[in-house]
């Protein structure tokens, strides 16, 4: 490596600053930014690929100069965002890195084999980075250079190729093997795919690996293909904030509407519910080739290719009918295979539901016989009341019976007090000793000082 990849000393001192706090406060930082800062601190030689992510990490975390406790004399300082910073080469290794960037894209004016590549008006590309300005930016360069609007105009020549109309490349295969990083430096690439279809390019990405903002890029392509071993990932926005609450809000709002963005890009490629892909993004999911096929993130799996002899038959007898109908049978057998891999998918999502509907059966039946129990209470009761109110009417029919024969033996059966009723006037013994049973007894127990004086004056 060449010398200018040794850090200077303003970037050792912050380097050895920033490994200083993080013991002293215990915050600020990852693993990664710790390991960075033990490099520069011994002076390490450092690769061309590391000094491209410190520019990318000074890029994404300039915004951590803006939050509480980074600059001295402020409350909380040294902020664990400023530590971050210091272990990253701080300021010093802010100017260094982006000096360094500039000096090696300036040296490399005509880098369009170098990235991107053409053979029989088929272009291909590598995204072998993590998603930021500076992995983005050069393919979007090429990207516009071979296939975009000025391109067929300015008789572009890339390799044997010439960039007309008649012979300008119309293919483009992108290799994925990224996990991820800016979402906005991501949507760039994503959007430059999608403008290439609308001008007819047909695009391939073949994945393996395809993290966070990695895998929405992929989503742009016409045809997506998992590599033997590749990787799919989905998950949620996420991002470091500091500051008042105000500020943290604002962030999260910001986060909820991007993650909401995202899964919306998910679910019309796959077809699934928003709220589905959504879902899947919360508990970040992984999938392998056929999983992501499965679910309609990806439109083949090198998995499920035919393997041996079989998958070359075609080639090696064109036009067999026979070997035809043999790879036919191959594809239809792969087909069921997937078909079958959802439906287990399927079955497996429903298994939860199925019990929870097990155990609310369980519930219904225990609450029917109870419903069943107390109705035959309910039944019995009222027999029983009938009998009570049977016996009841049979003891006042008694009791009447037994006050007329107790009147008939004193023998005064002549009119004595009177009762008024309405505007009418009744002997009080009259109507005693005209009524039966329940009635009786009530008259009797309503009007006893009344029918007793009466019997005492005759």
Sequence with gaps: MPEENYPNEGMIAEAKRGLEWRREYGRGGTAVGVARARDIARRANLSDDTIRRMNSYFARHEVDKKGQGFSPGEPGYPSAGRIAWALWGGDPGQRWAAAWVRRKDSNNNDTTMKILSIENKAAKLRLDEQVDSNSIKPLVQEIERVFGHEAAQNGLVTGDITACIDNAADTLDIEIHSPGGSVMDGYVLYNAIKDMRERGVNVTAHVQLAASMASVIAMAADRIVMREGGRMMIHDASAVTMGNAEEHLGKANLLESISDEIAGIYAGRTGMDKKAARALMKKETWM???????LGFADESFDNQPKGMTGILSKLFPGND???????????????RNDLTAAQTRIDELAPLAEVNAKLQAELSELTAKITEADKLANENAETIAELKAEVEAVDEKAAIKAAELLAQQGHPAPVALVEEGTETKNILEQFEALKGGEATAFYRKHRKAILAAQAKL
Excluded: N, P, Q, Y
């Excluded at 392998?288 to 499965?294: F, L, N, R």
């Excluded at 026979?322 to 069921?336: G, P, T, Y």
């Design 288 to 294: 392998d080739g056929k999983e992501a096929v499965s």
């Design 322 to 336: 026979e070997v035809a109908k043999l790879e036919a049978a191959i594809a239809d057998a792969d087909s069921l």
